[in-house]
């Protein structure tokens, strides 16, 4: 069966998720190199920070192979880039690879490239198609999106609950509410991300390590802390070897400051209202650290103050099969005057993980961007 130009697209996206957890910060891209007569020459898929991109990494699997790619057509989910970074112009690889088209689902937003690539490729006489698949690579990069457009990371706030809504007893107890399948998802959500945020009420009950370890990974994601007096343990389970941690206080504590910065923690101060951090200038911050995708698993007081501040863009929920009654709930806000102020949500998908219910439900419109 001969492929066709949808089925090359489809393949170049299916390699672009390849790299979801491995790529971090740079964006997940694919590339499939195709022949004049629709066979497929090369594959690649970005690599992690510093390595090679995806048109170099197939252009490499064609060379690997002994296969020509002069006059081929590149299929690549995001444009080719144009600039000097970590590695070198993509689009340059490609001018002088010879192939004759290059087809490009999604212009790359980062303003140093930002259609440079493509009018690089054009005005070296190659064609350009510019579009198909463009919606699934801007849902699979939305962080990267997010942050160069609006300098703000994709916020994600993951929470597991019972059916009616509870988090954990009054008595704090949490573990566990979902299943097994459940946390292992939650775990591959975590691999996804740049950066994993928690507050410091959830690490001084629970003294959790916030890293993946349920599902394989080639990188584990920072470590974000709201932490406002810097009461964090030195001895926290947090502090493991290979991740950056992150910590946001309000009130100036320079002698613990000393201390966190020696087990390798970085400390910003970013005091806002009621002697509490500044949580949308903590987010710029964290856009300025290359932080694309923010993963949010906290208690109710700091996920309800983000909700309030309009801080968060999309919400992956767990719900088991269970109730609660008396006990926390899943977010602290409000109280509110009327039904117009409620949080709108979009509902994306809703899945059974196992015995629970996943459900991701967006920020009505905090991904019109």
Not at 67 to 90: D, I, M, N
Not at 238 to 243: D, H, Q
Not at 298 to 304: D, F, R
Request: charged fraction near 20%; charge should be neutral.
């Amino acid at each position: 069966m001969k492929l066709e130009s949808a089925d090359f697209i489809q393949q170049t996206i299916e390699l672009a998720q390849a790299a979801l957890k491995l790529s971090s910060p740079n964006p997940r891209v694919g590339c499939v190199l195709v022949s004049g007569g629709g066979g497929i020459l090369g594959l690649g898929h970005t690599q992690q920070v510093g390595g090679p991109h995806a048109e170099v990494m197939a252009l490499r699997d064609a060379a690997q192979k002994g296969l020509s790619v002069q006059g081929a057509t590149a299929y690549v989910t995001l444009e080719p880039c144009s600039h000097q970074g970590r590695t070198g112009p993509c689009c340059d690889v490609l001018i002088a690879s010879g192939i004759k088209k290059v087809v490009v689902s999604i212009q790359d937003p980062n303003p140093l490239v930002a259609g440079q690539g493509i009018a690089r490729l054009r005005a070296a006489g190659i064609e350009v198609e510019v579009g198909p698949g463009a919606a699934a690579s801007r849902e699979l990069n939305i962080g990267f999106f997010s942050r160069m457009i609006r300098k703000s990371p994709w916020v994600r706030m993951k929470m597991a609950a019972s059916l009616d809504g509870k988090t954990a007893l009054l008595n704090g107890q949490s573990q566990w509410i979902t299943g097994e399948a459940a946390r292992a998802d939650g775990h591959a959500w975590r691999a996804r991300s740049c950066a994993v945020l928690t507050g410091i009420g959830t690490v001084l009950q629970d003294n959790p390590r916030l890293d993946v370890r349920l599902v394989d990974t080639p990188r584990q994601p920072h470590l974000v802390l709201v932490d406002s007096r810097l009461e964090t343990p030195l001895d926290a389970h947090l502090f493991i070897a290979g991740r950056a941690v992150y910590i946001y206080a309000a009130e100036q504590n320079d002698a613990k400051k000393a201390g966190l910065e020696a087990r390798g923690a970085s400390v910003t101060y970013l005091p806002g209202p009621n002697k509490k951090v500044d949580l949308a200038a903590m987010l710029k911050d964290l856009a300025r650290r290359e932080i694309n995708e923010l993963h949010v698993e906290a208690g109710h007081k700091l996920s309800g103050s983000l909700i309030a501040a309009g801080l968060v863009d999309e919400l992956l929920l767990y719900l088991a099969p269970k109730l609660l009654g008396e006990a926390q709930g899943m977010a602290s806000f409000g109280p509110l005057q009327s039904l117009e102020q409620a949080t709108q949500l979009r509902f994306i998908s809703t899945e059974m993980v196992g015995e629970d219910l996943r459900i991701r439900a967006a920020i009505a419109g905090r991904d019109q961007f």
